[in-house]
């Protein structure tokens, strides 16, 4: 059998993977330690001002739209229905587990 001078074909992905996760994992870990040494950076306050300033029905449509789903009656029913999913696929650990996570945050939210 012949020696090949590169490696197999699908060897590149997982290590391409790793490469990237640690890229990320390292940007994250900057970024934490960012926002812990400084309270603030001079650029939040200007975005901030920015976003509030904007009068466009369409953008203030969409702020409604995407906060929407975390509001009490919403939230709940999504949250079911996303435990029911999980179980629906047979993943019934999960779905135990997703459940476990959901009455947790909640009761954590009432502390």
């Not at 906060?67 to 079911?80: A, D, E, K, N, R």
């Not at 459940?99 to 945050?105: E, F, R, W, Y």
């Amino acid at each position: 059998m012949p020696r090949l001078s590169q490696p197999p074909c699908g060897t590149t992905g997982p290590v391409l993977f790793q490469l990237v996760l640690l890229v990320v994992t390292g940007a994250f870990a900057v970024l934490t330690f960012l926002a812990k040494t400084t309270p603030f950076f001079p650029i939040d306050l200007q975005i901030t001002k920015t976003l509030q300033s904007l009068d466009f029905p369409l953008f203030a449509g969409l702020m409604s739209l995407i906060s929407w789903v975390g509001f009490f009656p919403q939230s709940l029913i999504i949250t079911g229905l996303n435990i029911l999913l999980i179980y629906g696929f047979g993943l019934h650990w999960e779905a135990l587990m997703s459940l476990a996570a959901a009455v947790l945050a909640q009761a954590s939210m009432c502390w």
